[in-house]
């Protein structure tokens, strides 16, 4: 079965501090893995897209990683920011008609 | 125009009420999307149009009447919803249809729709 997981569920750090969210997938096939960031009641934005050959890819002060052969993801976000309080979406696509699977996000909440 | 628009952000309606949301892109794009999220939820998908054609339904209640006039533009037309049906809708678009690639995958900002 196509699946998406990630970890924490939740996380709170203090302004400044650098955090990594984890995502594991089962998708087969493979065809790329993307991050998003979603602001409460907003649509997901577009944080990085990595195909089966790039293994990190950064946008700014976040960075992606992937593993195709364990089939896990990171996001890395350096020196948060209170804008960085959102939730954090990894999704897969592939599968049998390229769908996107998404997981079910880290909300993740900056401090002062 | 890299952007996909939304129109209404915000809409109230009545159980007995019709409305339409609509979406609208100028990248090109030839596959377009509907997907509802509920709060604290991954978006779920609804309806796929690939090529102005329906392409995916996923089962959604006949309620929700999609529609794509033309390439750059998608509608989702309600009818005597259920407040259960209150919930963010997102609009998406890609550069192709359903099968080919799905790079440039680009949200909507939302409607974020009431039913009372």
């Known amino acids: 079965k196509n699946q998406v997981e990630q970890s924490p569920q939740s996380l709170i750090i203090l302004e400044g501090k650098n955090c990594t969210l984890q995502?594991?997938?089962?998708?087969?096939?493979?065809?790329?893995l993307r991050w998003y960031k979603q602001d409460t009641g907003r649509g997901p934005v577009s944080l990085t897209i990595m195909t089966f050959s790039e293994n990190t890819k950064s946008n700014g002060r976040y960075t992606a990683t992937l593993d195709a052969d364990t089939k896990q993801s990171s996001l890395h976000i350096t020196a948060s920011q209170l804008s960085d309080s959102a939730s954090y979406i990894c999704v897969v696509a592939g599968g049998s008609q390229g769908n996107l699977i998404f997981g079910k996000g880290t909300k993740l909440s900056v401090k002062p | 125009d890299t952007e996909v628009t939304q129109t209404p952000k915000h809409l109230v309606m009545g159980m007995t009420n019709k409305k339409s949301l609509k979406c609208e892109q100028h990248m090109g794009h030839r596959a377009m999307y509907w997907y509802k999220q509920k709060a604290k939820k991954p978006p779920e998908l609804m309806f796929v149009y690939s090529y102005e054609k329906l392409s995916i339904n996923e089962s959604v209640p006949s309620r929700f009447s999609p529609e794509c006039p033309n390439s750059s533009l998608l509608n989702l037309h309600l009818h005597a919803l259920q407040p259960e049906d209150s919930a963010l809708y997102l609009c998406?678009?890609?550069?192709?249809?359903?099968?080919?690639?799905?790079?440039?995958?680009?949200f909507g900002s939302g409607t974020r729709l009431t039913v009372v």
């Open positions: 998406a678009s890609s550069q192709e249809g359903v099968g080919g690639s799905n790079y440039g995958y680009t």
């Open positions: 995502c594991n997938y089962t998708v087969s096939p493979f065809s790329n």
